[in-house]
């Protein structure tokens, strides 16, 4: 069965330190999103990606990145982990681009920053 | 911007009790609606939708109505059971935004034997 995998699915850093996040579907979905998700804020988004190569900032994105080098990955980088973003991320994927598409999303991965 | 506020929680019922979380939203174009769920330890899976004005959404016993006139999309369900028990998050998105969507801050629900 298709599915959407977070890698690790917790973790521990430090202040300062670079972190990357893993996330790959089997899917073959060209969109994929990156939100946290905080207490009193549901989930954010943070970047996205409608295709290889292709990238877009949402709506919280300053201290992290992402790159799409193919249809299946798309990893999440903290470039200076702050303990500000200590978080639950989620990764979620989608067929096509239309508002009314379902999101399919991967089991979250929680990180602590120290 | 878009936005969309849901009724604060946590909420508590007993088994078969009726539920309603309430969901209000704020759009520039005619958004989808969704009601997203949250079971302990999970991701989110889509629970129902609504794309268009008075179309109603339904899954599992739960129904939403797309309310344009009042910018509302309350969940509904006649009779919980226990395995009910997750976090319900109601969600827009735009057409102009193209699948962005936008969260409410989510209602963690509690049924009770």
Redesign the interface.
């Known amino acids: 069965d298709a599915e959407i995998t977070q890698s690790p699915r917790h973790k521990i850093t430090e202040t300062g330190r670079q972190v990357t996040l893993a996330c790959h579907q089997t899917w073959n979905h060209n969109n994929m999103f990156w939100y946290r998700q905080d207490l009193g804020h549901g989930l954010r988004l943070i970047h996205y990606s409608y295709g290889v190569h292709d990238t877009n900032k949402g709506e919280v994105s300053d201290g992290y990145s992402v790159s799409r080098s193919n249809t299946e990955d798309l990893p999440l980088t903290l470039e200076s982990a702050a303990s500000s973003q200590t978080s639950v991320y989620f990764c979620a994927s989608s067929e096509t681009a239309e508002s009314y598409n379902e999101q399919f999303f991967g089991p979250g991965t929680r990180l602590t920053v120290l | 911007g878009d936005s ?1 506020t ?1 009724m604060e929680g946590p909420v508590t019922l007993s088994e078969e009790a009726f539920l309603t979380i309430n969901c209000t939203y704020t759009a520039t174009g005619y ?2 609606l ?1 009601w ?1 769920v949250q079971y302990p ?6 629970l129902l ?1 609504a ?1 268009k004005a008075d179309d109603k959404g339904s899954n599992k016993g739960f129904e939403a109505t797309y309310r344009k006139e009042t910018t509302s999309f309350h969940l509904e369900k006649g009779s919980v059971q226990v395995s009910d028990s997750a976090v319900y ?1 109601c ?1 827009l ?3 102009q ?10 209602t963690r629900l509690t049924i009770n034997p």
């Open positions: 969309v849901q958004p989808s969704f997203y330890g999970e991701g989110l899976q889509l939708k794309t998050f969600a998105s735009d057409i935004g193209a699948q962005k969507l936008v969260f409410g801050q989510g």
